[in-house]
């Protein structure tokens, strides 16, 4: 009997510790092999601005003192996933401004050493980035394609602490896949309609970085080479463009600077002295070889109350001389940034312009020279960004 009872016990003694080891192992299986995956991270951001403009050469609007109106909602996703990212920044605005439409949108790799590349609706690598602007209209070098420009392709980014490059192959525009003159100018940046199109460009910089203490130096050059596609009678043109520029903030002081000179060579035109530009839904002339200087000044004063923020104050000048003995375009901007609460910022500009199709309502003014005037508005634009 106590045989039978000591072989009982033996038994479940054994079946006892073979579970628990099989479940001490299984318990080590689970946190060797089914460990939570690194999950995706996702962030959106986002801004809706309002804008009253008052346009002293619009005789039609004069009256009135002017408008205030709706500008955009936009909305801007960050997501990453171990070293691949994606970000896209969809803007929405009236559709006398264009409606929808893409400002930027790419998926990118980062390189274990900091580097990174992106494919698709990516930064051109030219002149001072983001903007050689501190104001919200931006500088001269906007209307020509040169500031602010996105298009389809491809960039390398190396982010060395003193050695700064970028390369780019742009395929094209930010593409509507269509040739219908009144689509293709429903676009962010400033690029060719009319009857060509920019393609197959390469566009790159080099930068030279000094960092201190309280100065940062940034002197830079850019060069870009592309092609001008006239798909009406399929011809093929050329466009490049070279420049120098610089960049200071040291404490409290910004400084930006570029000069540069560019051509755009359309192939089966009567008048191959201009080019037609668009963005915005507003298509424009542009003289076809010209050199620009552009200078943007800014100074701020930091608030500590926890309602105003900051204050900034800025300049900015834009030339353009045209050749074909063309007279010039001029254009100035004297305004303030103004943030509050952390997330609303407020753009209080005078900008005026002479020979400018933004300013005094003339298409061929960055063309022609017969509007021959200084033209202003006073504008301000009011966004909550979040």
């Not at 000591?6 to 038994?11: A, T």
């Not at 995706?40 to 986002?46: R, T």
Request: contains cysteine; proline residues 3%.
């Amino acid at each position: 009997m106590y045989n039978n009872y000591y072989r009982l016990l033996l038994i479940v003694l054994v079946l006892f510790v073979s579970r628990f080891v099989y479940s001490q192992g299984d318990g080590h299986l689970r946190d060797t092999l089914l460990l939570p995956p690194e999950k995706p991270k996702f962030m959106i951001n986002g801004a809706f601005r309002v804008h009253y403009k008052d346009e002293f050469y619009n005789e039609t609007r004069k009256k009135e003192g002017g408008e205030f109106g709706f500008d955009l909602f936009a909305l801007a996703v960050n997501a990453s996933y171990k070293k691949f990212k994606m970000y896209v920044d969809m803007r929405f605005m009236p559709a006398s401004s264009g409606g929808t439409m893409p400002k930027e949108g790419w998926i990118g790799y980062d390189f274990q050493n900091g580097d990174d590349i992106q494919v698709g609706l990516v930064q051109d690598p030219f002149g001072n980035l983001d903007y050689n602007s501190y104001s919200w209209f931006l500088g001269i070098g906007y209307a020509l394609g040169f500031e602010g420009k996105y298009a389809m392709g491809t960039k390398y980014h190396h982010k060395g602490k003193t050695w700064d490059w970028q390369v780019a192959f742009m395929k094209n525009a930010m593409e509507t896949f269509t040739n219908d003159p009144d689509l293709r100018d429903n676009q962010w940046s400033a690029s060719v309609v009319g009857d060509n199109k920019e393609i197959n460009a390469l566009s790159g910089q080099l930068v030279y970085q000094v960092k201190t203490d309280d100065v940062f130096h940034r002197i830079g050059v850019s060069g870009q080479f592309g092609q001008l596609y006239n798909f009406v009678e399929n011809k093929m043109g050329s466009r490049n463009a070279v420049a120098v520029h610089y960049h200071l903030d040291y404490k409290n002081l910004g400084l930006k600077a570029e000069v540069y000179k560019y051509e755009f060579n359309p192939k089966g035109v009567e008048n191959s002295q201009y080019v037609d530009m668009g963005s915005f839904n507003y298509t424009y002339q542009v003289a076809s070889k010209a050199n620009v200087a552009a200078v943007s000044a800014k100074y701020s004063i930091p608030f500590k109350g926890k309602a105003l923020n900051e204050i900034s104050f800025y300049s900015e000048y834009g030339y353009l001389g045209k050749k074909y003995d063309l007279k010039p375009t001029h254009m100035l901007t004297n305004g303030a940034l103004i943030k509050i609460l952390d997330g609303i910022y407020t753009y209080v500009e005078y900008v005026a312009g002479y020979n400018h199709p933004f300013l005094g309502d003339n298409q061929a003014s960055l063309y022609n020279d017969y509007n021959n005037k200084w033209h202003a508005r006073l504008q301000c634009n009011i966004g909550y960004y979040f």
